[in-house]
């Protein structure tokens, strides 16, 4: 069984940088392509970005396009998820989540493994 431990989250000021982390145990990393995903309290699980098993492709929600940025690092089996200007509205529990195949990455449901989840607080 595939394992994916999030980390890098927590409390950040707005406009500050961060970088969150995957790393994923258990599993061919390089055959699976890795989601971020982020649920607010009250609302969806919703996607954020997408990136394939060779990086040659990303692909990101419409509400986070040019904010986020996606990239992957095999030789450490691990994703990460930057913005480099936080806002409080990026208030959300931050989930990774990697699938073999390809096609419909933007729902949750074709996912095959899940990390737990990364709290990251947006302050004023």
């Known amino acids: 069984q595939g394992q994916l431990v999030e980390s890098g989250g927590g409390l950040v000021q707005a406009g500050d940088s961060l970088r969150l982390s995957c790393a994923a145990s258990?599993?061919?990393?390089?055959?699976?392509?890795m989601g971020w995903f982020r649920q607010a309290p009250g609302k969806e699980r919703e996607y954020v970005a997408r990136?394939?098993?060779?990086?040659?492709?990303?692909n990101y929600a419409d509400s986070v396009k040019g904010r986020f940025t996606i990239s992957r690092d095999n030789a450490k089996n691990t994703v990460y998820l930057q913005r480099n200007s936080m806002k409080p509205e990026d208030t959300a529990v931050y989930y990774c989540?990697?699938?073999?195949?390809?096609?419909?990455?933007?729902?949750?449901?074709?996912?095959?493994?899940w990390g737990q989840g990364t709290q990251v607080t947006v302050s004023s």
């Open positions: 990136i394939s098993w060779s990086s040659s492709t990303t």
């Open positions: 258990g599993l061919t990393f390089s055959s699976y392509s």
């Open positions: 989540a990697a699938r073999r195949g390809i096609g419909g990455y933007s729902s949750a449901r074709v996912y095959d493994y």
